[in-house]
């Protein structure tokens, strides 16, 4: 059952039935969230780097796409963090990516912690404030969210194609001179 669902059910029950209190489910939830995306990073970490090695070529990751993705991480892996939290396709595969990608933990952790306040805790008090007009707010926002979400990614994915080589140049460079490496 996806997260948001839960968050969303559990604040609504919340509401409606007051046997439990909105802190603690939105405290459940950011826990979650920050915890669940640990594991997915550290499972991403210890076997994520291999197995993309090893059978990445199947789904187009060659070997010079998973450089260029330490070197995205490297750079900019705390938007990577923050901002993949709010969209779904990206909320399952960023932990493992930032584990295979060797992101540095604190800074993965600091990121993840507070994307998933945010996501979890919004979910959660957004529901809980907004009760009988969640279904009348989600309908308009939820299609204006889910468009802005498909245009970022888009964007982006036209972004890489385009700087594809450039930015693979880049990360080869940096590879080479180390400062890619783990400290």
Not at 88 to 109: D, H, Q
Request: hydrophobic share 50%.
């Amino acid at each position: 059952m996806p997260a948001e669902a839960c968050i969303i059910t559990a604040s609504l029950y919340t509401l409606k039935t007051h046997h439990l209190e909105i802190q603690w489910v939105a405290l459940a939830a950011i826990a979650g969230a920050i915890i669940g995306d640990n594991f997915g990073y550290l499972i991403g970490r210890k076997v994520g780097l291999p197995l993309l090695r090893k059978h990445g070529s199947k789904i187009g990751l060659t070997e010079n796409r998973l450089i260029l993705g330490q070197y995205l991480f490297h750079h900019h892996g705390s938007a990577i963090v923050f901002c993949g939290r709010f969209v779904s396709v990206m909320r399952v595969f960023v932990a493992l990516l930032a584990g295979a990608c060797r992101m540095r933990w604190p800074r993965f952790m600091l990121f993840n912690a507070l994307g998933g306040s945010c996501w979890a805790g919004g979910y959660a008090f957004g529901t809980y404030m907004l009760g009988r007009k969640i279904s009348q707010v989600s309908g308009p926002a939820g299609i204006a969210i889910g468009v802005l979400a498909a245009a970022c990614m888009v964007g982006t994915g036209m972004f890489l194609k385009k700087n594809e080589k450039q930015l693979t140049q880049k990360a080869l460079a940096e590879a080479k001179s180390g400062q890619l490496a783990e400290p």
